[in-house]
């Protein structure tokens, strides 16, 4: 077979053009260019040019697995891609330190990444979807301690915030010295996309690169678990748990996992033990407070506590603002006045989607050629984005909040029932129609059943009047009003 880059590119093409939405394909397919196409020994390597770093892992992120299984389709065969990004000839220099140190060989060539396509073979050999490896690492580089490390992941890109600096303090300590500190187990958990992974990763990072030249392994446990299973269907047990004790830095992500499954918590029991007495720094992340696990059996948890459990919280605006801003000077994009605040204000719980809002910004403004991102721009790129976008509090809104505080049918509100607790229900949503909203009376008469406008008048002074008599009913009307004043925008 004598394909080129190019025509197996526009066979892939136009197999993805079916599959995906028109504007996916647009945005995230048509910018890729063929670069080559060579043997290798299980079949071919593709090279791949991409606009950004950013584009790269977003499409790696959502992509990978629709890429790599057209490209097989299309070579017939196990194709390794690798990309080439054209931004990345500036980026060694922007590394922080132990990174640069790492990988200082690398900014001599174009970086480039490859997406992993390593099968279920030895544990050792699993890898997290965004590993990233320079293509042209000579052979003087460092010889990789884990090739699961994502190198990105360091604590100079870790921003600290108060929601996560005691995880990072101890995170650090424990770099420096790794196993010799009190901090043996260390487990540091917290909710999703808060940064456990990259954290963890950290820790494995900075102790590399500072001269820990003794095995270093990050895995989930979900991989721990198949590896495990895997070995046991091969009947090769004793192989899987000698090179785990070969060992000295372990960091098993996403220990919740294991809940439920015995034997293998069983397997990593041991292998915990064993490696604690020989002082191998055990690192780990759960997405809940030890306790809060089930399934996981006492004598491993209360292993857990044996170190350090350190949690990551939520952070708070300001860390919200210089997350974004940092990565935005990254990736070499400026954010004009006011758009960090914009996007920070209303991404407030998950660094991952903060991250996809400034990729997909970054993307359409590598589309437009233009490094400056402005407010209107930004609003208008991620509209569909922002999920935690406030609604507009209209009728039809206040309706429902007030029909779900008194656990009526909203339809019950428009009604001619003169039931008492629909009455006031009634009354209380008409009256912060006339507060909240700027339509006149009466069109919020005719939006409650097409009633009077001086219904709504009188709806509204039979309120004021219990406000004042009340205080079991101030009360609620205070409850109903956070609600509302909370969760929307007043128009
Ligand atoms: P988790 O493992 O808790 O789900 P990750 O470690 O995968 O979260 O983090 C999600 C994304 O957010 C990653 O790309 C990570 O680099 C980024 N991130 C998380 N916390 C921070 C932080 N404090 N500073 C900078 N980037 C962060
Ligand atoms: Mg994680």
Redesign the pocket.
């Known amino acids: 077979m004598h394909l080129t880059a190019e025509e197996t590119w526009n066979s892939c093409l136009t197999r993805l053009a079916d599959e995906l939405a028109p504007q996916v394909f647009k945005t995230w397919f048509e910018p890729i260019k063929p670069m080559s196409l060579q043997r290798s020994d299980d079949g071919f390597r593709l090279r791949l040019g991409v606009p950004s770093r950013f584009f790269y892992e977003w499409l790696e992120s959502r992509f990978n697995t629709i890429l790599t299984s057209t490209v097989d389709r299309v070579t017939g065969t196990n194709t390794e891609i690798s990309f080439l990004i054209d931004s990345d000839l500036a980026e060694p220099d922007s590394l922080p330190k132990e990174s640069k140190s790492l990988h200082a060989a690398q900014s001599s060539s174009p970086a480039a990444l490859t997406t992993d396509r390593r099968g279920p073979g030895a544990p050792f050999t699993y890898s997290t979807p965004s590993h990233v490896i320079p293509a042209d690492r000579p052979a003087t580089a460092p010889a990789r301690q884990s090739p699961d490390l994502n190198r ?2 360091t604590f100079d ?5 108060d929601s ?1 600096r005691l995880a990072r303090s101890a995170a650090l300590a424990i770099a420096e010295r790794p196993g010799e500190t009190s901090f043996n187990p260390f487990l540091v958990y ?10 963890i990763q950290a820790i494995g990072n900075y102790a590399v690169a500072r001269g820990f030249n003794r095995p270093v392994l990050y895995l989930s446990s979900e991989r721990f678990t198949a590896a495990f299973v895997q070995a046991i269907q091969q009947n090769r047990i004793a192989d899987f748990a000698r090179k785990f004790r070969q060992v000295r830095m372990l960091i098993m ?1 996403d220990v919740q996992f294991f809940s439920g499954k015995e034997k293998t918590q069983e397997e990593f029991f041991h292998i915990f033990n064993d490696l604690h007495q020989n002082h191998c720094q055990i690192v780990m ?1 759960c997405d809940r407070a030890p306790k809060d696990i089930v399934g996981i059996e006492e004598r491993l948890l209360s292993r857990f506590h044996w170190g350090l459990v350190a949690d ?1 919280q939520p ?1 708070d605006l300001e ?1 919200r603002i210089a ?1 974004l801003r ?2 935005a000077q990254a990736e070499g994009v400026t954010l004009e006045t006011g758009v960090a605040e914009f996007v920070a204000e209303r991404i407030k719980t998950n ?2 989607k ?2 996809g809002a400034l990729i997909r910004l970054t993307a359409h403004a590598s589309l437009h050629k233009n490094p400056h991102i402005a407010l209107p721009f930004a609003r208008e790129v991620l509209d569909d984005l922002l999920d935690e976008k406030p609604t507009r509090l209209d009728i039809e809104e206040i309706k429902r909040q007030v029909a779900l505080y008194y656990n009526v049918a909203v339809d019950l509100l428009s009604a001619k029932t003169r039931r008492r607790e629909i009455v006031q229900a009634r009354h209380l949503a008409m009256y912060f129609c006339k507060q909240l909203t700027e339509q006149p009376l009466k069109t919020i008469g005719l939006r409650f059943g097409g009633r009077d406008h001086s219904t709504v008048i009188h709806a509204c002074k039979a309120v004021e009047d219990r406000f004042d008599t009340d205080t079991a009913f101030r009360k609620e009307m205070e409850e109903v009003r956070a609600k509302l004043e909370s969760q929307y925008v007043p128009r």
């Open positions: 990105l992941y890109r870790f921003i600290e915030g996560n917290g909710g999703v996309g808060l940064g456990k992974t990259h954290l992500d992340s990551i952070p860390t997350i940092r990565k660094i991952r903060l991250e």
